[in-house]
């Protein structure tokens, strides 16, 4: 089976390409989000068809977000009053999303990454990034879980669909939207964030798109890429969260113009 799915590369020259890209992957992802930006790309590259590349990157993507997720709630930076309802909402939205990428051949699939690339792009260039909202008054509980489960909703949705840039987009909104402080705001990312992966993953599987053999040794890569990441951004806080923001940024700038070049 594995022999019918890698047409670029041997399993091991596959694995050595992977495995580094997966670690950075969950690097960032596990500071800002936007890992997906590496991984996605890194399996298609090898030559997964995208499906199965959308599903196995599911699973070490989760893992990889669940090891950040512990470090965050160990530093007490979890807002588990947005993070619950949010993570409510994900995981509706992630399902719908997953539904709906494999019900679309591997054609349109490619054309709507295309198309959702550039807008993402656009977005996030015409941001100035998130800001800390420590002056502005704390929202009604009601309506903080209420915002709190649109944005699980909505950004679990786009993840469950496309992926890439949905932690970042769950980050800002986070700040912007329900005012929480930036570290809490990345903290309560991992659990929103992780309850979407969770639904989307059981969904690809449930369709026999995760290529096991692939995804495995991922998995390793994610969760050190996310333990590491997680604890720096931590120690460090707000500065380092703005920095790979931007590089976020900048990577899918670059993917933005690869992909255009190719066209």
């Not at 709630?73 to 807002?79: A, E, H, K, T, V």
């Not at 993570?87 to 349109?108: E, F, K, N």
Request: charge should be positive; glycine fraction near 12%.
């Amino acid at each position: 089976m594995l022999k019918n799915v890698i047409v670029s590369y041997p399993y091991g020259i596959a694995l050595l390409i992977l495995c580094p890209l997966i670690f950075l992957a969950g690097f960032i992802d596990s500071i800002a989000g936007g890992g997906g930006l590496i991984s996605l790309p890194a399996y298609i590259f090898v030559g997964l068809p995208i499906h199965n590349a959308y599903g196995t990157n599911k699973l070490p993507n989760s893992l990889g977000t669940a090891t950040a997720m512990v470090n965050y709630y160990r530093s007490n930076s979890i807002d588990f009053s947005a993070a619950i309802p949010g993570g409510i909402g994900a995981l509706l939205g992630s399902w719908i999303g997953t539904r709906l990428a494999i019900s679309l051949s591997p054609r349109a699939l490619q054309i709507c990454l295309m198309v959702i690339l550039p807008l993402v792009g656009i977005f996030i260039f015409t941001r100035r990034g998130a800001k800390d909202t420590e002056t502005k008054d704390p929202l009604s509980t009601r309506l903080k879980y209420s915002l709190s489960f649109f944005i699980g909703l909505v950004c679990g949705c786009y993840d469950g669909f496309f992926g890439p840039g949905a932690g970042m987009f769950m980050t800002l909104a986070l700040v912007g939207l329900v005012r929480l402080e930036l570290i809490k705001a990345v903290g309560t990312t991992k659990v929103i964030n992780f309850a979407s992966n969770f639904a989307s993953v059981i969904t690809w599987f449930a369709s026999g798109n995760i290529i096991f053999p692939i995804a495995l040794p991922c998995i390793v890569c994610s969760i050190a890429g996310g333990f590491l990441g997680s604890r720096m951004a931590v120690k460090i806080g707000t500065k380092l969260i703005r920095l790979v923001l931007a590089l976020v940024a900048a990577l899918l700038f670059a993917k933005i113009l690869i992909d255009l070049l190719k066209i």
